[in-house]
């Protein structure tokens, strides 16, 4: 069950403003989404060659990291920090396929987030949406729907998909060590970002996002690659998402553009 019981409409929904969580699903062609998300991700789709393709890549890598952690790795606690509005293959639904006992807990700015997690969780047990800032770990850490139902002095793993270029330059390092801090041994660390890697189009899409939905930041490989300070990446090390652990062959040198817009890690705690 969830541990709010959110309003609907919740009080801060506002219809004539895009909303990352909103955009993001009409990107993906989801229905939670209104006219103003819908031509936000119409117009940024038409200046950013495979911006859909990119999300999607997104989703299906947070599909393999969450199944690689869950079965190879162990791991049976998740706390999804940005977890966007419900869409195919949930955190929750790959992880607990692996091991039905595992905790889920979905953390998220969007209030919608909330109130259509409700919905899909009303019958689950081991599973937890709240609505918070990311931007506020002791916040997050100390929510009761949190600290109550992760147990941190157990490997755990922290989730960062999709998310990270959301924190700004000036809190992105306090934000994700307050994070990384509460982990123990064993635990791991998820993360997928918008990358700069030199093409124009990854810079644009950061300052097409940053414009009109506030935050956006594409980050260099090795500034993805420092927020995993203390942990060991696995195989095979931060990469474009297409290129981690893919279920099939994928060829390095022949990525189309949306395939270069984002790049994915994992890694375990020492
Ligand atoms: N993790 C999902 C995925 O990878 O498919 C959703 C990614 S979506 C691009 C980013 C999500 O982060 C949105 O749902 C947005 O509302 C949320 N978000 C952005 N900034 C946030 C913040 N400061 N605190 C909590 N959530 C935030």
């Given at each position: 069950m969830a541990d709010e019981t959110p309003e609907w409409p919740p009080a801060e929904l506002d219809f004539d403003k895009?909303?990352?969580?909103?955009?993001?699903?009409?990107?993906?062609?989801?229905?939670?989404?209104?006219?103003?998300?819908?031509?936000?991700?119409?117009?940024?789709?038409?200046?950013?060659?495979?911006?859909r393709e990119s999300a999607i890549e997104n989703r299906k890598v947070l599909v393999r990291g969450v199944r690689y952690l869950a079965r190879?790795?162990?791991?049976?606690?998740f706390l999804d920090l940005g977890s966007g509005l419900p869409t195919v293959e949930n955190t929750h639904?790959?992880?607990?396929r692996e091991n039905p006992g595992a905790r889920v807990v979905y953390v998220d700015i969007d209030p919608l987030v909330s109130v259509h997690g409700?919905?899909?969780?009303?019958?689950?047990?081991v599973t937890k949406v709240m609505t918070a800032d990311v931007?506020?770990?002791?916040?997050v850490l100390s929510a009761p729907g949190v600290k109550g139902f992760l147990d941190f002095s157990r490997p755990a793993v922290i989730m960062l998909v999709g998310m990270l270029h959301y924190l700004s330059p000036d809190v992105v390092d306090d934000v994700v060590s307050a994070y990384?801090?509460?982990?123990?041994?064993?635990?791991?660390?998820?993360?997928?970002?918008?990358?700069?890697?030199?093409?124009?189009?990854?810079?644009?899409l950061a300052r097409i996002t940053r414009e009109n939905l506030e935050e956006g930041w594409a980050r260099t490989p090795e500034e993805i690659e420092a927020q995993f300070a203390g942990f060991e990446l696995i195989e095979p090390?931060?990469?474009?998402?297409?290129?981690?652990?893919?279920?099939?062959?994928?060829?390095p040198g022949d990525l189309a553009p949306?395939?270069?817009?984002?790049?994915?890690?994992?890694?375990?705690?020492?």
């Open positions: 895009p909303t990352i969580a909103r955009a993001y699903d009409a990107l993906l062609g989801g229905k939670d989404n209104f006219a103003v998300d819908r031509a936000l991700a119409d117009q940024t789709a038409e200046l950013i060659p495979g911006l190879e790795a162990g791991m049976d606690q639904e790959v992880a607990q409700r919905a899909l969780l009303a019958n689950n047990d931007r506020d770990p002791g916040a990384r801090d509460v982990l123990v041994p064993g635990s791991h660390l998820f993360i997928t970002s918008l990358v700069d890697t030199g093409l124009p189009q990854q810079q644009e090390g931060v990469t474009y998402t297409a290129l981690w652990r893919p279920d099939g062959p994928v060829d949306g395939e270069q817009l984002g790049m994915a890690g994992i890694a375990v705690k020492l």
